[in-house]
């Protein structure tokens, strides 16, 4: 029962974090960000298993290294995603799923 609780209290936060995001970037993204965004936000609290790459990010929204690159930059920029890893390691994580799993966040 208490694990049950655990996982509604995780996607309610979720689901509230997400709505807040997505109001704090209305007009600022791009439509290839938007969808990568929505994309990642389907997956769950966690976003991709593994992160999101560059590579990932250009199969998915067709844009070309260069513009993914700038894509991904902006959106950490703006908050939306947090990077780790260095050249092809390099991923991007939903921000506020991963600061909060890593209990960098205070809890509600």
């Known amino acids: 029962m208490l694990e049950a609780q655990a996982y509604t209290l995780r996607w309610i936060e979720f689901l509230l974090d ?4 997505m109001d ?3 007009g600022k993204l791009n ?21 999101l790459s560059a590579g990932k ?10 513009t993914a690159r700038r894509d991904l930059g902006a959106l ?3 908050g939306a995603l947090r990077r ?7 991923r991007y994580w939903l921000a506020f799923a991963t600061l909060r799993a890593a209990a960098l966040l205070p809890e509600r």
């Open 57 to 66: 990010y250009m199969a998915l929204t067709g844009a070309p290294a260069a």
């Open 24 to 26: 704090r970037l209305r």
């Open 84 to 90: 780790t890893g260095e050249f092809k390691g390099t």
């Open 31 to 51: 439509e290839r960000q938007e969808k990568m965004l929505l994309r990642m936000m389907e997956e769950g609290p966690d976003g991709f298993r593994g992160g």
């Open 18 to 21: 997400k709505a807040k995001l």
């Open 76 to 78: 950490v920029g703006l």
